[in-house]
């Protein structure tokens, strides 16, 4: 499990999970969101990212390798010297900061990316779209076509977990339509672009 809040890109504006969401939910991490503008759940974490930010103040770092270098200092210094307790620093007081029990391996990602997580993921979401006049409703930035016939109609959409396809229904719970999603799979996610539409595209 990891928590995030709903600023780009770990959520998103909408109910729609982020790209972001969707890998990590493929490799087995329930990612967790707090409520939208209610900094006080997460209260601890964002006190840490202010300290952070004075302590490292990133815009004036002149480029990417001297920030990851001041990252460090940061990590090193409130963990192993500032002290918190009886004079002893978090690693003192912590040693298990310093275990890894999953280390992250990049040229592993691939394999270790399970689809069905993501689905199953993906399923607890509900989602509501209203049709255009061209008939179709867009997911994940992905178009799809219900028919004119329920042109600026608001039609609820769930994917099925089992058999991996959108389904649409009416009004009144009844199964309209059922689409295979269009770019599911961990090519396109990774990208962390699935969720998102390009300025300028409708």
């Known amino acids: 499990m990891m928590r995030f809040d709903n600023g780009h890109p770990w959520g998103t504006s909408s109910p729609v999970p982020s790209a972001l969401a969707l890998w990590l939910a493929g490799l087995g991490i329930q990612p967790v969101f707090?409520?939208?503008r209610q900094s006080t759940d997460n209260a601890v974490v964002e006190r840490g990212h202010?300290?952070?930010?004075?302590?490292?103040?990133?815009?004036?770092?002149p480029d990417f390798s001297h920030l990851c270098l001041e990252l460090d200092r940061f990590a090193t210094l409130q963990r192993?010297?500032?002290p918190v307790t009886t004079g002893r620093s978090r690693l003192e007081l912590h040693p298990d900061l310093l275990a890894c029990p999953?280390?992250?391996?990049?040229?592993e990602d691939k394999h270790l990316w399970s689809s069905q997580c993501m689905f199953d993921y993906l399923a607890t979401f509900r989602f509501h779209r209203k049709v255009e006049l061209n008939g179709r409703i867009t997911l994940l930035n992905r178009t799809y076509s219900v028919g004119r016939d329920y042109k600026r109609r608001t039609l609820a959409v769930q994917l099925d977990a089992d058999t991996h396809e959108w389904v649409v229904y009416e009004d009144d719970g009844?199964?309209?339509r059922r689409f295979v999603p269009k770019d599911l799979d961990y090519t396109t996610i990774s990208q962390f672009t699935l969720a998102y539409r390009a300025r300028g595209k409708t």
């Open 80 to 82: 192993e010297r500032y």
């Open 174 to 176: 009844r199964e309209l």
């Open 50 to 61: 202010g300290v952070l930010n004075g302590w490292v103040d990133p815009a004036h770092c």
């Open 102 to 107: 999953r280390p992250y391996r990049p040229a």
């Open 34 to 36: 707090g409520r939208p």
